[in-house]
């Protein structure tokens, strides 16, 4: 009977813990630290300067888009939508643009990880914050990440 008790009792403990973390301030504060654009730009840029490249420059004018693309990613996490888009809706952020790049995240604990985590993607991520003369806007929400880069 006591090992039925503790068979029965675990599992309704570990859903009741998980389902209170899930709703409290404190899975907040575990998901969602990003917070500070400004820090993943400095992480770029260390890693830049490791590599022999000059820094990014913010770019207000990309912001719009990213603040965009945050909140769409918030449905969809993907790339569909900014894929999508024609490029004259693209460039009407930065018409001096010759090209656009995103990287997307999510869940990220700070800014370090998340920069990392690009850095080391097999895919492009790492080309979007390492080609030269590249300006960027980073926006953070919910514990979603976009950085729109443009080269």
């Known amino acids: 009977m006591r090992k039925l008790f503790l ?19 404190i899975s907040s504060f575990v998901f969602n630290k990003l917070d500070n654009p400004q820090a993943a730009l400095k992480q770029i840029n260390d890693f830049r300067s490791s590599i022999g490249q000059s820094p990014m420059d913010w770019n207000e004018a990309l912001c719009p888009l990213a603040e965009i693309r945050l909140a769409e990613i918030q449905k969809d996490f993907s790339h569909t939508d900014f894929y999508s888009r024609s490029d004259n809706q693209i460039f009407v952020y930065c018409p001096t643009c010759s090209s656009i790049g995103e ?14 985590s690009w850095i080391k993607s097999p895919l492009d991520h790492v080309k979007n914050i390492s080609l030269p003369n590249t300006d960027v806007c980073i926006k953070f929400q919910n514990g979603y990440a976009v950085l729109i880069s443009s080269y």
Not at 103 to 116: G, H, T, Y
Request: overall charge neutral.
């Open 7 to 25: 068979y029965l009792l675990i599992p309704f403990f570990a859903f009741f813990v998980g389902f209170a973390l899930r709703q409290s301030p």
């Open 103 to 116: 990287n997307l995240a999510k869940d990220f604990l700070n800014e370090k990880q998340l920069i990392d």
